[in-house]
């Protein structure tokens, strides 16, 4: 079968970082998506890892441990605009398909 | 990349009738996929739409509820039929340009049933 786990959800604080888990079990394993949703808008895009290793991109970085199913998002200099939902989804060999993650909301405070 | 044009962007429809979504890509694409998003949780997809057959449904979803057509390899609609409260969700389509290329979204459609 295939299970992804992530926190329900998150607060931090402005400007500060945030890191933000996902574990999966899936066979057939060949990478792994962060995305960003805004209430009430369609997800966006962040980031994908297929091998071992952190991603960096701005302010967002991504990180990826095959051999333990385990993958985070880690935010920096935390904005307000930040406030989403953070999806992560795996995708399997030969198979065009995204498994969902539940989401983790991540709230900023002042 | 990949833009969709999904249409409405949201609807207000009465128990017992139905609604057409249509979702529009600027590309041709092998696969589109209907997903639905209730609040506060994640996409549960509800079938992959393949051009030139018939639609492949997950599990709970059948297609006299949701049935979808494919004419060609840039458009499809999702009917949600004989709607009721329980249907009230948002409704996205997405499409993958391949294995391992990120997947991109319609605006989605908000459809509340009163």
């Known amino acids: 079968g295939q299970n992804i786990d992530q926190p329900t959800e998150m607060t931090a604080t402005e400007g500060a970082i945030v890191q933000i888990n996902c574990t999966y079990q899936?066979?057939?394993?060949?990478?792994l998506f962060w995305y960003q949703q805004h209430a009430g808008e369609a997800p966006t895009f962040l980031s994908y890892?297929?091998l071992d290793g952190l991603e960096e991109k701005g302010r967002f970085s991504s990180f990826l441990s095959r051999s333990k199913g385990y993958s985070y998002l880690l935010l920096k200099e935390l904005q307000m605009k930040d406030s989403a939902s953070y999806l992560c989804?795996?995708?399997?060999?030969?198979?065009?398909?995204?498994?969902w993650g539940a989401g983790t909301k991540l709230i900023i405070k002042p | 990349s990949a833009v969709i044009s999904q249409k409405p962007s949201r609807d207000i429809c009465q128990r017992g009738t139905s609604l057409t979504i249509q979702c529009q890509v600027d590309?041709?694409?092998?696969?589109m996929f209907w997903y639905r998003q209730q609040p506060g949780q994640s996409l549960t997809l509800i079938a992959t739409a393949n051009q030139g057959s018939e639609a492949t449904y997950e599990s709970g979803f059948v297609i006299d509820k949701f049935p979808i057509s494919r004419p060609n390899l840039t458009f499809s609609t999702l009917t949600v039929s004989n709607m009721s409260p329980e249907d009230s969700s948002i409704y996205l389509c997405?499409?993958?340009?391949?294995?391992?290329?990120?997947?991109?979204f319609g605006q989605g459609t908000r459809l509340t049933v009163v």
């Open positions: 899936t066979s057939g394993f060949n990478g």
């Open positions: 989804a795996v995708t399997r060999d030969s198979n065009y398909q995204l498994i």
């Open positions: 890892n297929v």
């Open positions: 590309s041709q694409v092998t696969m």
């Open positions: 997405s499409v993958e340009a391949g294995v391992n290329t990120e997947a991109f």
